[in-house]
């Protein structure tokens, strides 16, 4: 009877297990259909969208063909009509070829000249001029306007004084295509010339007499010498045209280096800015340890009874506060370099590097300004500079800006104005600094210590070589 029992426990416990997995199946089996329905789902609303865009692809292909074909139309209605005039001006051409053929006479030769003096009249100042006049920057300046009128002006001179030489038709006929030729030409190099390209412009402008040299030459020897000479006194005046037209890209080259000086000097500003806030940084940590070291003298103080102690510390203390005094003005300076125009001037050379008469002129707002001009010493030169004079002002832009001034002429690099570099005798520099400040000291002596050491050197190892 107890197997009994135990059998259908064991019968039901498996019938329990078989149930729950049939379950399981049955969820497993929903979940496979529900992934599968949702699926389906996505890929028809995916391909419907497709095929809407296709369907709207479709419409506006068509509709972009359907323009295409109507000005297709239009095109080949212009075509026809273009053909038939064209045979319609081929039938007169002839006629007239052969009215002329038949009859000489019919056609009123003086007429015609009649009617060509009219017209170089209309032209105003003459036949000689182009009738296009390309877009040229002179005449952006009135300065540069009035220059090239002038020269201009000298050009007509010249061609009005060889055009009376040419006595027969021909070659007058000859003469004014060329002048034509020429300004043309003139004129497209002019169009070409960049900033960059001056000395190909005017080896353009060279090239281009010489080739009109070469042709007459061919064409007419007799003609050769009077040409030759023409040519010869052209040649100045087409070179100065484009060194007129080129001052205006001199000009918008000075005004973009005025800009990149201006970001340049800010860029500096900010940096020795931010150098003058980590002295700052600094000055307050000491600051901070001077206040402690108080602190605990203080301490010290307050318990000690022996008077020879009690005597060292107040001295001690005393000693102290003169050091944070002289810190709070070091930073009262550092606001004042940094919100103001207080700096140092400098006047340095490096006759190793530059030669004898090249100056720096240059300014820093460092607290220490031998920091500037160590970095301005690295490995970009091979030697040290030399300082002639430091001068302190409270407004130390200005003072740089009038020295610069009176320097303009003597400046090496008159394009990037941020090469502060000036070629001057040194005691004609002394006299300019001390004019605008007398109070400057100024060193002449060029030291050049790294230099004259370094040619020692050489000029023994060169007498040993020979030895």
Known sequence: MLNEIKNFF????????KEAKLLDTELKLENKEKIITDTITEAK??????????????????????????????????IVKMEKQAKKFKSECLGIKQLVEKFPNAVNFQEIEKEVRVLEESLGDGVLNTLVELN???NDSKLLRKEMTSNNREIQKLLKSYESRYTTKANRTIYHLMVIGLKAELQNILHKLKYTNLDKSLEEAKALIDKYLTICGDGNA???????????????????AIQIEYKHYIQKELEKE????????????????????????????????YLQEIEKNKVLLSSETDPIKLEALNARVEELNQQIIKLEEDKEEIVKRANGRAGYVYVISNLGSFGENVFKVGMTR?????????????????????????VFSDNAVDLEQKIHERL??????KINLRKEFFSSDINNLQAIVQDIDSTVEFTTTLAAEEYRQSLSIEQEEQKSKTA
Do not use: C
């Not at 969208?49 to 295409?68: F, I, W």
């Open 45 to 78: 609303q995916s391909v419907q969208t497709e095929l809407a865009e296709l369907e709207s692809r479709k419409n506006k292909l068509g509709e972009e063909v359907n323009t295409a074909e109507q000005l297709l139309a239009g095109h080949q209605k212009e």
């Open 136 to 138: 040229l920057h002179y």
């Open 366 to 390: 460092r607290l220490n300004p031998l920091d500037r001009i160590d970095e301005l010493g690295n490995a970009s030169v091979p030697f040290k500079f030399d300082i002639h004079a430091m």
């Open 222 to 240: 007799q003609i050769l010498p009077t040409i030759t000479r023409f040519l010869s006194e052209l040649d100045p005046l087409f070179q100065n």
């Open 408 to 413: 303009t002429p003597n400046r090496i690099n």
């Open 258 to 289: 005025e800009q990149r000086q201006i970001k340049e000097q800010m860029r500096q500003e900010a940096e020795e800015r931010k150098k003058l806030l980590e002295e700052k940084k600094k000055i307050e940590q000491e600051e901070e340890k």
């Open 10 to 17: 064991n019968i039901s416990k498996r019938l329990k297990e």
